[in-house]
């Protein structure tokens, strides 16, 4: 059975620090994982998906890697501000559907 | 090109009483997908569907769940006799279709509240 697990659980950074957060997975029979933002009382919103065959994707000052075989990904945020303070949720899918897996999510708080 | 609706954003519902939450995918969209969040845990898949048929309903309670979607018209999620147990965000995605990379886009979530 699949299980995500997201380290930190919560992380408390300055306003212009970059950081990292990180996934991992017990299955790398994956078709893709995806990185979402989930502000409070509000649904997700998709940040990165990354295939099975890719390594890494980036989006402005977003950057998440993949490494398959080790069941791990890692979300990079450069120069983090107030507005990025959320919670990210990764998720890997699988199956036949295609069904997302998700972890319990990383708690950002960005303080100005 | 509207996200994914949700109705309502919020129902609270007496123990005993039904509930019916609605999804209307992303134009073009042909394939939803139900996950309940509950309280302090993470996003748990319910089911699966395209139009007019379930395809994997794995995640789904064995008794008073249901779901569909009609040719026409929203999928929706229909929980019998709600206990307070039920009491959950749940959470609609579409996807254009199941094979290859496609991501899978969130509505806002209906949030039930079960007293």
């Known amino acids: 059975k699949q299980e995500v697990t997201q380290i930190p659980a919560a992380l408390s950074v300055p306003e212009g620090e970059n950081l990292v957060l990180n996934c991992s997975f017990t299955d790398s029979a994956i078709y893709n994982l995806q990185w979402f933002r989930q502000d409070p009382g509000k649904g997700l919103t998709s940040l990165l998906l990354i295939q099975s065959s890719q390594r890494e994707q980036t989006s402005g000052r977003l950057n998440a890697s993949l490494d398959k075989s080790s069941g791990r990904s890692t979300l990079y945020i450069a120069a983090s501000q107030p507005g990025d303070s959320a919670t990210y949720l990764c998720?890997?899918?699988?199956?036949?559907?295609?069904?997302?897996?998700f972890g319990k999510g990383t708690k950002l708080t960005v303080n100005p | 090109n509207a996200g994914v609706m949700q109705n309502p954003r919020h129902l609270v519902r007496r123990r005993g009483q039904e509930a019916r939450l609605r999804c209307s995918p992303m134009k073009g969209h042909s394939h939803v997908y139900w996950y309940r969040q509950l309280p302090e845990e993470g996003l748990k898949f319910m089911v699966y569907l395209q139009k007019e048929n379930i395809i994997d309903e794995s995640g789904m309670p064995k008794e008073r769940f249901s779901a569909e979607f009609p040719k026409e018209g929203p999928s929706i999620l229909r929980i019998q006799q709600v206990v307070r147990g039920d009491s959950a965000a749940y959470f609609c995605a579409s996807s254009p279709r199941s094979r290859g990379p496609y991501e899978q886009y969130f509505g806002p979530g209906t949030r039930l509240t079960v007293t």
């Open positions: 998720a890997v899918s699988e199956g036949g559907s295609e069904k997302l897996v």
